[in-house]
């Protein structure tokens, strides 16, 4: 942590600008395969803290591909973290070449109703609850963060100022999250756009388990996410 902190994010800027720092970390994050607590954390909020890294966290294999490609092509240090559910679950991916703009969320489904925005393994389940939700008469967006430093607060606004609702899904702790700091900046930003609370979806400040019957139990799911959708419509 010493390299990277003090080290990587920093050389750049010590060095009046002039180097730049060809490198990307790659590391997995999350939990859901019940590997216990030591491997089943995550720790974006950290590196989102610190000037100077980018930090990057696809939700499916296709994004995974061209946002790595974007950060090896950068002249920046970047973060790469890969939830293992990802790992786990294999999925296809062309074979050509192309690239994924590092800084650039995605709408991976268009609603009216309410916004939630989530990145890695949540927003493949907010993406289940928006399937469910539906068959409710409930019309969500879903909005994959993808990049998660810089974050693209201007894709968040546009569909907030549409739906007037935000539920904000990560699979990190609670407090401190990443889903805060979202939550924060629409509250600046666009906050007469708001017709109720931003709610967030977290796991509690706990450990997580190895046994999956407790695991599925700490972390964060569909049903949670739906919970928080319904809440404030």
Same mark, same amino acid.
């Given at each position: 942590?010493?390299?990277i902190?003090?080290? *990587?994010?920093?050389?750049?800027?010590?060095?009046?600008?002039?180097?730049?720092?060809?490198?990307?970390?790659? !590391? &997995? !994050?999350?939990?859901?395969i019940?590997?216990?607590?030591q491997?089943?954390?995550?720790f974006?909020?950290?590196?989102?803290?610190?000037?100077?890294l980018?930090?990057?966290?696809?939700?499916?294999?296709?994004d995974?591909?061209?946002?790595?490609?974007?950060?090896?092509?950068?002249?920046?240090?970047?973060?790469?973290?890969?939830?293992?559910?990802?790992?786990? &679950?294999?999925?296809?991916?062309?074979?050509?070449?192309?690239?994924?703009?590092?800084?650039?969320?995605?709408?991976?489904k268009?609603?009216?109703d309410?916004?939630?925005?989530?990145?890695?393994?949540?927003?493949?389940?907010?993406?289940?609850?928006?399937?469910?939700?539906?068959?409710e008469?409930?019309d969500?967006?879903?909005?994959?963060?993808?990049?998660?430093?810089?974050?693209?607060?201007?894709?968040?606004?546009?569909?907030?100022?549409?739906? @007037?609702?935000?539920?904000?899904?990560?699979e990190?702790?609670?407090?401190?999250?990443? @889903?805060?700091?979202?939550?924060? !900046?629409?509250?600046?930003?666009?906050?007469?756009?708001?017709?109720?609370?931003?709610?967030? *979806?977290?796991a509690?400040d706990?450990m997580?388990?190895?046994?999956?019957?407790?695991?599925?139990?700490?972390?964060?799911?569909?049903?949670?996410?739906?919970?928080?959708?319904?809440?404030?419509?």
């Open positions: 942590m010493d390299e902190v003090n080290q *990587v994010a920093k050389m750049r800027y010590m060095s009046g600008g002039r180097p730049e720092i060809h490198m990307v970390i790659r !590391t &997995n !994050t999350e939990g859901g019940g590997l216990g607590p491997h089943s954390q995550s974006e909020a950290w590196y989102c803290h610190i000037p100077g980018r930090v990057v966290m696809p939700s499916n294999g296709y995974a591909k061209g946002l790595l490609k974007s950060a090896i092509r950068g002249r920046n240090p970047v973060i790469f973290l890969e939830p293992i559910t990802l790992l786990a &679950n294999p999925s296809t991916i062309p074979d050509e070449d192309y690239t994924i703009p590092i800084g650039k969320a995605d709408v991976k268009a609603g009216k309410v916004t939630i925005v989530g990145w890695g393994t949540l927003l493949v389940k907010s993406l289940n609850a928006a399937k469910t939700l539906a068959n008469g409930i969500v967006e879903v909005i994959d963060l993808r990049t998660l430093r810089p974050m693209d607060t201007e894709t968040i606004i546009n569909s907030v100022k549409k739906t @007037g609702k935000l539920v904000v899904a990560h990190a702790n609670r407090t401190g999250g990443l @889903g805060a700091e979202v939550a924060a !900046t629409i509250q600046e930003l666009a906050f007469d756009s708001l017709d109720a609370p931003i709610k967030r *979806v977290a509690p706990a997580v388990p190895a046994n999956r019957k407790l695991e599925k139990y700490i972390l964060p799911q569909e049903d949670r996410v739906i919970e928080a959708v319904k809440s404030i419509i």
